[in-house]
């Protein structure tokens, strides 16, 4: 089933990252010093040879560090330490996150950035670069950075000049690594906050509605289904007696997604271009006439026709805390109301500012709450019944595509445990919820409430 979420993720919830590649050259040998820089000037930084480096916490060494057969270039597994090794033939060879500069250089991107008005190509812009590569100044490279690259190592491991002449040594721990710059992508707050920062955006880069109208794809996330769909590249599933990826990690993703959305929602609210129209529901507004009677069917909560907030990030983790932290989901409920209001009628946008900063203070604290929560198997079947049970779920087609990857999360864990169940109806009618957002310009709520309707009867 990994497959179809897979293809689906490639095809429906189309990140620019991940997606959309125009495939590289068939092989991409290793450069032991790559010749380019990723910076916003292109140039070319050296460094002395690598037993002579410094160590400089903060700053970056480039890909090319990483490749040697005896660290993480071997072309096959090894079972000599406790990493598997191979590492960058995995990241080279499947990951799409080393394809990701290539994007910039298809028609797509050029026509994105002519309606853009950006004033070089989208390969050489940093509202691309930022995202598509590992952009940053050139002070901050002690060897070389390639841009063509993409989002190599160090994006997601962070900085590697302040331990990576250290961290293959005897005794050296990986809390010394991450004391010196490692991001701890063990720790599911850290690794999510991490994935976040592209692929819902921040302060510093994001797909806002001016990118989206341009022709950028709409993005979509969920922790547990993006980390195990890269594809896997760790040996390590478990730290200290507890797994770090599955419905854990779902779990916690969900609170992480709704915590950097509020950010985001505050700083567009307080910014000079509100009303900002990525936070609302696109296919609310861009929908065929001739096929929205479903919509005067389920009624407006506000104003009929007004646009609608969308509740993508907020409608499958109002579930967790029911079971986690119902008093505090008794109180977002109301704020979260009138988050929705706020944006709908975008004439308050202090008031939303001021909600969302409300919402995120009382979610903040609930992500070492859930992520100490255990989740037992009638748990999750418990929890994946409430998910086929709510109907407003279907409404909105990014909300569907989070109820579809949490059902698929929450399978997942059950399928670990009882290999029989991949080959039955669950994962099936699961696999059915995914055919129906291939296309997000065709998705119909009801078709999507009947095929959850399935997986409800298999669960």
Known sequence: MKRVVLLCLVLAMVFAVAVMAQQPPASRPPAAAPATATTTA???????????????????????????????????????????????????????????????????????????????????????????????????????????????????????????????????????????????????????????GCHLGNAKKEVDHELIASGHPILAFELDNYTESMPPHWALRYDGGRETHGVRAWAVGQVINFREGMDNLARHARGNEWPEFSEMSCFNCHHDLKDSGWRQERGWSDRAGLPAWSPQRWAVLRLILERVSPGVRNELDPLVAEISRGVSRMNNPAGVAASADRARALVSPLVARVDAARWNDSDVRELMTTITNDREVAYDVLTAEQAALALQSLSSMRTRRDPRLLKGSLTRSIDALFDELKSRDDYQPSRFSAKMAAVRAAI
């Not at 002579?52 to 072309?75: D, R």
């Not at 250089?105 to 995202?131: F, P, Q």
Request: aromatic share 6%; net charge negative.
């Open 42 to 196: 292109a140039a070319t930084t050296t460094a002395p040879p690598e037993e002579e480096m410094p160590s400089q916490p903060g700053h970056y060494v480039g890909v090319g560090s990483c490749i040697n057969s005896g660290c993480h270039g071997s072309t096959e597994p090894l079972a000599s330490t406790g990493v598997l090794q191979n590492e960058f033939y995995t990241w080279l060879n499947k990951d799409h996150h080393s394809k990701a500069y290539n994007i910039l250089l298809s028609d797509r991107s050029a026509r994105i950035a002519r309606n853009m008005r950006l004033k070089k190509a989208a390969n050489e812009e940093g509202v691309c670069l930022d995202c598509h590569t590992t952009n940053v100044p050139r002070n901050m490279i002690v060897k070389a950075l390639d841009r063509e690259d993409g989002v190599q190592c160090e994006m997601c491991h962070g900085p590697a000049g302040g331990w990576f002449a250290e961290h293959s040594e005897g005794g050296w721990s990986h809390e010394q690594s991450v004391s010196r710059g490692m991001i701890d992508l063990r720790a599911i707050n850290s690794r999510g906050t991490t994935c976040a």
